[in-house]
């Protein structure tokens, strides 16, 4: 079925509720293990009705913010969530204290009761009210994200649209577009600090609600950490700045020779070749017509994920006003469907959508029927190893979307990969001071950010210049006001999707059918199980860290393009 055709109707919260614990009561009155797996399996598909149902509507008001209908219909999902969540957790706890749990953990196995005891531990019905609040506040600060309207070379142009000219080869006209944007900010930026101050407030309250110190176990939680913990994660930063950092800056400092500057500034930091950098060629029909080649070509699964993505209109990619930032993988588990949410701007973050956003399409439609639910769901790093290991192993397709610039592409696209590792592990870092001390002021958030910018990424020249010499570049990564703690996540599976880059240069063949492995494992592995079945180096091992960013300088000294 076309997304355009998917019927939307409401859940209304009552009769949801209403429903729920019918269907709840009915698997606690059963008395075989018979009665229980049909009783829990009218649970689960009733849940997949209102999940559906939710999501087109989140879709739909991402797709245009300034529709009435859908935005009453968000307005709605983030009130009556949370106190849906009292019910869905009442089932959580009778899943857990079942007489028959013996024999679903043997069906099943024992990860989604791991997985289920976990969410016992994020929610309490007394902080409803609170993630009530949370939720408003997330999609306010999504909103104001999408209004942008930004006056450039004589046209309204959204932050999508403006990207392009922060890569033009004319050094003036990247630093005026991104005066630009930076003066949108900072014309809202008491909103953009009030925001944040009330979500982390927000958060805190529900740490302590919930019996914690801080909200960052919490945050833990919902993250559904279940083979590390903190102290893992701070060993792995501490990796990043010792074994990547070094090798980001010389990176980086070469392309500052490169371009011709001595120092990169903000608006020099996107870019990477003097003569520009590589853009994909052709229209969006034509890059769609290529991608469908390519996936065609990669395997016969591939081929038929890419025909239902594109036969059922699974797609929206072009960027126009009202519509959200970003880009993001979203399911439909009703019609069996992924959705791919972009906004095409001309670089070659648009080939990303054929490659990261299809990644993580192609491991939700390997895992469509695949049943309960729950194991459908997997953690987000193990999510994005399925996004950004996609991008390398199409790499032997990418001259059909770079023509001659494919070379520029490559060394780009790896030495981002590299690059990259510093920037979201600073995220992760800057998160964890903030959780730690909530009651920070917003000057002294942006004083943490300028500090955590010298340790991560020592390289860019931030001083004097609006915006960003007062560490206010965290305000634009909405991960940091939507999803706390999400991502570290892409750092770990940087690490996982380099080694499979590696793979892939030794036995393309070999390199895929692990990957397709790892991908087929759904929910029912944890991220360690998954990178050990595959025989991939950890990396919470802080010497495999250089390991692996060895094996990538190597071939980036060998081609330098």
């Known amino acids: 079925m076309k997304f355009s055709q998917m019927p939307y109707a409401r859940p209304e919260f009552e009769a949801t509720k209403a429903r729920l614990e019918e269907l709840l009561a009915k698997f606690r009155a059963a008395t075989s293990a018979e009665e229980c797996f049909a009783a829990y399996k009218e649970f689960d598909d009733y849940g997949i009705h209102v999940s559906s149902m939710f999501n087109i509507a989140f879709i739909r008001n991402t797709l245009d913010t300034t ?115 930076a003066a949108w900010h900072m014309e809202r930026a008491q909103k953009l600090d009030d925001l944040f101050s009330d979500l982390v407030r927000t958060r ?72 520009g950098n590589a853009k994909p060629v052709g229209t969006p029909d034509e890059i769609f017509a290529h991608g469908k080649k390519m996936y065609h070509e990669l395997s016969g699964e591939t081929a038929e994920f890419i025909d239902f993505m594109l036969e059922n209109d699974l797609f929206d990619v072009l960027t126009r006003p009202g519509k959200s930032a970003g880009g993001y993988c979203a399911g439909i588990p009703l019609y069996k469907a992924p959705f791919i949410f972009a906004n095409f701007n001309g670089t070659s973050g648009d080939i990303d959508v054929l490659t990261h956003e299809a990644g993580h399409a192609f491991a939700a439609y390997l895992s469509r029927d695949v049943y309960p639910s729950a194991l459908r769901e997997y953690s987000s790093e193990t999510a994005e190893v399925h996004s950004m290991s996609m991008e390398f192993l199409t790499w032997p397709w990418m001259e059909g979307f770079f023509g001659k610039e494919t070379p520029k592409y490559y060394r780009s696209h790896l030495a981002s990969a590299l690059t990259f590792i510093p920037y979201g592990t600073m995220v992760d870092d800057y998160q964890h001071h903030i959780y730690a001390k909530p009651e920070m002021s917003a000057k ?72 397709r492995r790892f991908a087929g494992f759904a929910g029912t592995k944890t991220f360690a199980q998954l990178v050990e079945d595959s025989g991939l180096p950890s990396p919470f091992v802080p010497d495999n860290l250089k390991i692996v960013a060895d094996a990538a300088m190597k071939w980036l000294d060998g081609n330098k393009g």
């Not at 957790?89 to 749990?101: M, V």
């Not at 930063?237 to 020779?257: F, M, N, S, T, Y």
């Open 67 to 181: 529709d009435a209908f859908y935005d009453a219909e968000k307005k709605y999902m983030d009130e009556a969530m949370p106190k849906l969540q009292e019910t869905i957790q009442e089932l959580t706890k009778a899943l857990l204290e079942s007489p028959f749990r013996k024999d679903m953990e043997a069906a099943w196995g024992a990860l989604m009761f791991v997985n289920a005891e976990m969410s016992l531990k994020t929610f309490k019905p007394e902080i409803v009210a609170d993630l009530q609040e949370e939720n408003r506040l997330s999609t306010e600060y999504d909103k104001l994200i999408a209004s942008a309207q930004i006056e450039f070379d004589g046209k309204t142009l959204t932050l999508a649209q403006i990207q392009p000219y922060v890569e033009n080869p004319d050094r003036a006209i990247r630093k005026a577009s991104l005066e630009a944007t």
């Open 204 to 275: 805190a309250a529900i740490g302590k609600k919930l019996g914690h110190e801080t909200f960052t176990q919490v945050g833990y939680y919902r993250m559904q950490r279940n083979c590390y913990d903190q102290d893992m994660v701070a060993g792995f930063r501490e990796g990043v700045a010792r074994h990547i950092v070094p090798v980001a800056k010389r990176l980086k400092d070469e392309q500052a020779r490169r371009i011709g500057v001595e120092t990169l500034a903000p608006y020099d930091d996107p870019f990477e070749y003097p003569d």
């Open 444 to 515: 002294a958030r942006n004083d943490l950010w300028l500090e955590l910018e010298a340790k991560y990424r020592p390289w860019l020249h931030l001083e004097g210049f609006p915006f960003y010499g007062e560490g206010r570049r965290w305000q634009r990564q909405g991960h940091i006001y939507d999803m706390p703690f999400y991502y570290i996540d892409y750092c770990l599976a940087q690490i996982i999707a380099l080694s499979f880059w590696a793979e892939s240069r030794k036995d393309r063949g070999a390199a895929w059918a692990k990957y």
